[in-house]
């Protein structure tokens, strides 16, 4: 068992979490690719009782059996949660500190799956400081290139 911080965007939500293994899925529902702006959005499901808000979050109830955390400041998603005889919340791998160690193990909704995103490995790759456009508005802006 690990234990694992994550939060928002501008920081003022932030949680931990012990995670028990590196097991995460893909959620293609039309409700999850609404909530999130994704064609697809990850989760990695943890017991409630091993997750702890540092700081709370908002919730938005997202339909008549669930709401979701996010950070009204920022705007980040940071998971989904049933509103009755919750157990389990699923937290965005992405805003996990160190979303790294993460493994896809399922897709799940798979009724909305953009088939055209699943398999991406072959096109083209360009890292973000290869871009001379975005470099120079960040050199510009901070001195320094983001994390
Ligand atoms: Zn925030
Ligand atoms: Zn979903």
């Given at each position: ?48 009782e ?16 669930a ?43 798979v ?5 055209a ?10 890292r ?9 508005r960040?050199?510009?802006a ?6």
């Open positions: 068992m690990t234990s694992m911080t994550g939060g928002c965007q501008c920081g003022r939500v932030r949680y931990s979490a012990e995670i028990d293994d590196d097991d995460a899925y893909l959620c293609h529902c039309r409700m999850c690719q609404r909530a999130t702006g994704g064609v697809s959005i990850a989760y990695k499901n943890v017991p409630e091993k997750l702890t808000w540092e700081s709370a979050p908002d919730w938005y109830q997202s339909s008549p059996i709401h979701r955390p996010f950070c009204s400041q920022c705007g980040t998603p940071l998971g989904f949660a049933f509103l009755k005889d919750n157990q389990n919340v699923d937290l965005t791998v992405g805003s996990f500190d160190d979303p790294y160690r993460f493994k896809p193990t399922q897709h799940y909704a009724e909305s799956l953009h088939e995103w699943i398999d991406t490995r072959d096109l083209p790759r360009m973000s400081d290869e871009n001379d456009n975005v470099s120079k960040w050199m510009d901070c001195g320094k290139l983001p994390d």
